[in-house]
């Protein structure tokens, strides 16, 4: 949602984007006023929610997936997976990870998406913060 909403005001107002060739040019007051009405609820309702969550699902140690209760609320990134068990690994799917030291080692690696949770990540937090 944020993101959106910041695409959608450079959209609105390239005046005040500086890779905007109408960088500079005067802003219409009544029009940033109106824009920003349309939104402010928006803004409100996303500022006051929960942050979102994510989990990391793994299976007999493999990461299986990424989730998240409200993905497109999680700022973009890219998520990889690194293990250094490279047992039963073709060299196709391995990479060699620069250490700290200078030194190399080799992993499976892979990217991963965030995706919708199909399971219900309140529940499970719930009970993590009974604990």
Do not use: H, W
């Amino acid at each position: 949602m944020a993101r959106k909403l910041l695409l959608e005001i450079i959209e609105a107002f390239p005046q005040a984007d500086p890779a905007s060739e109408f960088y500079d040019e005067e802003i219409n007051g009544c029009e940033a006023v109106n824009f920003l009405s349309r939104f402010i609820p928006q803004i409100r309702e996303y500022l006051d929610a929960p942050p979102p969550k994510v989990a990391v699902v793994l299976e007999g140690g493999l990461v299986q997936c990424l989730t998240s209760d409200r993905p497109k609320d999680v700022p973009p990134m890219t998520f990889m997976v690194i293990d250094y068990d490279t047992e039963g690994t073709t060299p196709e799917e391995t990479v060699e990870v620069p250490q700290g030291n200078g030194e190399t080692s080799e992993a499976f690696a892979r990217i991963l998406e965030l995706g919708q949770a199909a399971i219900d990540l309140d529940a499970v937090f719930e009970q993590l913060k009974e604990k």
